[in-house]
């Protein structure tokens, strides 16, 4: 659990497999990886089987750091997985990137997770009980161990074994010495979907399979995307055979919901959704909830902007570009102290003076956590000559941590926790401040749906309401 008041977000994972022993996945996995990099930037990795032997490289930075193109190029195999993080579970250094590799006497196999697993701690003693041995502070390592540990079972039954065990959320893909296998806990919480690379001779008469956190990388490495991995499934991908089967009886699909408000790229699908629709209906609900006279709607980018294009559809307020992004600085969360913190937003974003001066301006961003983001983008706009400034929010206020994937700060440094909308709007300095409702979130994600324990989404960030019921909260 993070003690440090930083927030981080989760990983992102993409693997490839080739019936054809002489295809190169491990270039196509790099480049899967770039198109997750938002997904995580701390570390990254990718693992390949070649003439039945698993090799890998990982290391901190971003996939283009880690991965020269002699690196690639001396990672082959005709299936591969990779991996972007964001540390949520486990500290931030080189013994926790991914994917992990365990040799062991029955073969190899490797790991790429997406998640947190709530009860990693007693599964990990309990290994350990058995003599197992952990390089890292990971729960990932959990997850391989207990695979390894089965495997003698046969590849099927180790992993619904392995999958019965662990809770939490997970979208792990798994490299073997024969096969590419990909499964999503039974609430889906982390995305995970299935594509195919040309025909040829493998199954399905593709001559590749590609699984990936996001559609968007599918689309990336030319693939073409044709499923969402279903919450409790299991796919199994070989040289002959693409086997799927349900592990888990009980499947209550609850996506995470900050995926469409935030993690996401606009281009992806999850689970049918469009990401970028999803964005605009919430400007739209915006709009709808919470309109106010403006001159002009500005979106905080990259993910407020679809949110201001609807907003301004719904209102009629002209949609202009306020803000501009620098492209280059890091996220401002990862961000040691608040005065570090503070300087890194500062860089991060500045204001188009031209386009507010004199204005009303309802400026639209995704979310406020601690209000660092917020606070500042009041100040500039204000200095910049915006006569007003109105902050209108697309979910609702964070004031729950999260448990399966979202390394949330203490509760306490939750602003939304700690105060009022009323307060938190004096506190920031605009002029008005809203946030949508949280059925205005469950309306833009999947028009229709309504707020219920089986919604289908994952609100807990936003009620307190969680899909698992998590081991009393400390914060
Ligand atoms: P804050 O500045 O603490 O209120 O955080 C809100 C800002 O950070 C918004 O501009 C979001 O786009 C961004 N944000 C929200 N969630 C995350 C996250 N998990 N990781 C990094 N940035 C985030």
Not at 24 to 36: I, K, M, P, R
Not at 300 to 321: E, F, K, Q
Not at 368 to 395: D, F, N, P, Q, W
């Amino acid at each position: 659990m993070n003690t440090s008041d930083k927030l981080n977000e989760e990983c992102g994972v993409f693997g490839v497999f080739f019936s054809d022993p002489k295809k190169d996945a491990s270039s196509l996995v790099y480049y899967g990886l770039f198109s997750l990099q938002h997904r995580g930037q701390e570390s990254a990795g990718i693992a390949a089987l070649h003439e039945n032997a698993i090799e890998y490289r990982k290391g901190m930075g971003l996939v283009g750091e880690v991965f020269t193109q002699e690196v690639i190029s001396s990672l082959k195999g005709s299936a591969a997985i990779g991996h972007v993080r964001y540390s949520t579970s486990g500290g931030s250094c080189p013994e926790n990137a991914q994917p992990f590799v365990s040799h062991f006497k029955l073969g190899s196999i490797a790991v790429a997770h997406n998640g947190t697993l709530t009860n990693a701690d007693v599964v990990r003693e309990l290994l350990e009980d058995a003599g197992v041995g952990f390089t890292s502070s990971s729960d990932s390592e959990v997850i391989i161990n207990l695979i390894a540990k089965n495997y003698k079972k046969g590849l099927e039954k180790a992993l619904t074994d392995t999958i019965k065990f662990i809770k939490g959320s997970y979208a792990l893909t798994v490299l073997t010495e024969d096969a590419l296998v990909g499964a999503r806990d039974p609430n889906g919480i982390r995305p995970l979907c299935l594509g195919k690379l040309g025909s040829g001779h493998g199954p399905g008469g593709a001559a590749g399979w590609i699984l990936a956190s996001e559609s968007c990388a599918i689309d990336a490495v030319g693939g073409e995307f044709v499923r969402d991995v279903e919450p409790g499934e299991v796919v199994i991908i070989t040289k002959d055979d693409l086997l799927s089967f349900t592990f888990s009886e009980k499947t209550r699909r609850a996506v995470c919901s900050f995926e469409y408000v935030y993690f996401a790229r606009p281009d992806s699908l999850i689970d049918s959704v469009d990401v970028y629709g999803a964005r605009i209906r919430a400007g739209e609900i915006l709009g709808r909830e919470s309109a106010v006279s403006a001159d002009l709607v500005i979106g905080v980018p990259d993910s407020g902007v679809p949110a201001a294009i609807g907003y301004g559809r719904a209102t009629g307020t002209p949609y202009g570009l306020g803000i501009v992004k620098s492209k280059y600085v890091g996220r401002t969360f990862i961000a040691p102290d608040q005065g570090s913190r503070e300087r890194a937003v500062s860089v991060k974003h500045n204001v188009i003076g031209s386009e507010v001066r004199g204005k009303r301006v309802v400026i639209i961003d995704d979310s406020i956590v601690r209000g660092t983001t917020s606070r500042r983008l009041v100040s500039i706009l204000k200095t910049a000559g915006a006569k007003e400034v109105h902050m209108r929010i697309c979910s609702p206020p964070v004031r729950f941590p999260c448990y399966f994937g979202i390394d949330t700060p203490h509760r306490k440094d939750l602003i939304s926790n700690m105060n009022s909308v009323a307060e938190l709007c004096a506190s920031l300095g605009a002029d008005s401040l809203a946030f949508i409702s949280v059925e205005g979130l469950l309306e833009s994600i999947d028009p229709g749906s309504s707020r219920s324990e089986y919604s289908g989404y994952c609100l807990g960030c936003f009620t307190g309401e969680y899909p698992i019921p998590v081991a009393g909260e400390d914060r």
